[in-house]
């Protein structure tokens, strides 16, 4: 090859490499700009994909050298793991914990003991691939979000050096740069295959993104070929230095992720990495500011993402951009603490004493404590006597609580056992928003109630939902326990989001082949032929069904209503309740129409409308009262919406 040397063999010993460390100061610092809302800079999480790639070189190289000089153990190799990794990440997430006690709400705290106890033992990843993406906006109650990262490095490191060990043994040195070339466009097309099948899995998990790792591999054996021509070595570290920086600015929670997109920065950082040690070019990334700055990306990367969380989860508007600044200047001064503190003098302890003895009681006990504290914030549900210290608090959030999920939750439930009247009620969280009010009207509240719902499920009679390519068994599930019922009842209630599902509904024939309902924006049309089904099957099954049509859709509805905790400023809130508006939705007035014609020309129908127990006019809404807001969020009402909602029924013809 024109330009090109293979250098000595023998240069296998890995050296310290400052670039390397400025390459992880471009990597936190993408990381940093993203998290702390610098809107340019939309596609700064693939910082995590250069420090992918770092890991997979460096890892690589040591386990490597080691080898060939004979001097390879496992014990070893886990022990400075351990020993770098650990104590700053179990500090980080005690300290957090201690935080989020005094300020999540018991959902969340429940949430960040689960998540947290499973970082301290890499696997916090496989639980956020099954509960939140990565770009939900549910992510800013998360502070162990980040740590996914962190659990998927620790899974290559369970198998990559026994691969190596064993690889290691074979006489030919080409068998293990061989399998990872052929490895990495292999792991490349099944990220991309997984984004298709499900971009949670595909985002978090270690078979869609273990290309990155063999990418860095790879640069083990790249680096010893050198490039003579200083032109050709420059635009090839010119070429990755952009491929790192225009994702950087271009990507975004749009992009399909990881995939081919993420081996753009991946292939960046190895070309980074192999001409990194060029001069002069060496002296950009290994300035003293950017390799201190790298130093300290670990322990600036753990507790970042808490210190976010928490600032984001106590305010009342989106950060400005001061705001931006200090949180990148909190995360960097909290960082330098932490890699002091704790990180240096684990990893570097001088006594063997406390190496092998009183650091590893440490970590056990702190990993025990943290053990404790998830036990009891789970067991106890998120510890809600918290709140007895801020009773205030406590009376305005369970104002403010969406009531049904509060007092029973998804699926099936039986309510009272006396009398002889029966109602049945189904459908989604729409159903579950008016069941509080419908149990406290006269007759139904001394019925025999049965409820079949579950959020974001359709319980119309042959409807699918189909999610990441596939459908969501556990709603057809609840379905057919629906539509199997074969008791009478005196009423039947039912309610959808009829607004939502526009690309996930598909009707089910009787071959069991599926069609969608809508082109991407629901429609009463599409809806037709499933709420004709559903009457129909449930005309013979009861005396009277009620449908409940299109919810009213609420502007401007503050997210921190959904998390009050014991340290939230409730007063700032009710300051906010003002600016909510009702939203002038083009396509709810054609699909009640639609509901409303069809069930008039059916018997012992009713349909409801709740528009009219919202609003007295156009311009007159009720959308709040006494500084509390009637909506949770833009569909959903509080428990403070309950005798409203009562009323309204009430006026509207509900009963048995």
Known sequence: MHGVTHKSPVAHSIAYRPDVDGLRAIAILAVLLFHCGFSSFSGGFIGVDVFFVISGFLITSLILTDLRNGTFSFSRFYGRRIRRLLPALLVTVLLSLFVASLILTPEDFVDAAKSGGLATISLSNFYFAKSASYFDTSAQSKPFLHMWSLSLEEQFYLFWPTTLFLLHRWESKWVTPALIIIGIPIGIAISQFWIIKNPNHAYFLLHTRGFQFLMGAACVWASRLE????????SIWVAGLAMILVPTFAFSEATP??????????????LLIWQGQRPPIRGVLAHRWMVWFGRISYSTYLVHWPIIVFWLYLSIDAPSMSEKFVLLLLSVAAGQLLDSLVAQRFRYAKSERTRRWRFPAVQVSLIGLIGVICWA??????????????????????????????????????IGSGGNARVLIFGDSMAQNYIPAILQLDGIRNARVDIVSRGGCVLAKDAVLVNYGAPDRACVRMRDYLYGIQDQYDLVIWSQNWLGYGTTLRWEDDKHELTSAFEGVPTFSGWRDGIARTLEHFAVRAKRIVVIGPAVTVDNVNPILQRIGPSTDIRSIAAELASMRVSSSVGREPIAKGIRDLLTSLPNTLYIDPRAIICKDEQRCRLSEGGVSYFLDSLHNTSAAIPMLRAGLENAGLRL
């Open 227 to 234: 490039i003579r021509s200083k032109a050709l070595g420059h």
């Open 257 to 270: 992720f990881p995939g081919v997109a993420a081996a753009v920065p991946s292939l960046g950082t190895m």
């Open 377 to 414: 914030t789970i067991a106890t549900s998120g510890m809600p006597a918290r709140f007895s210290l801020v009773p205030s608090v406590a009376k305005y959030r369970d104002e403010s609580l969406f009531p049904f999920l509060r007092d029973y939750g998804d699926g099936i439930v039986h």
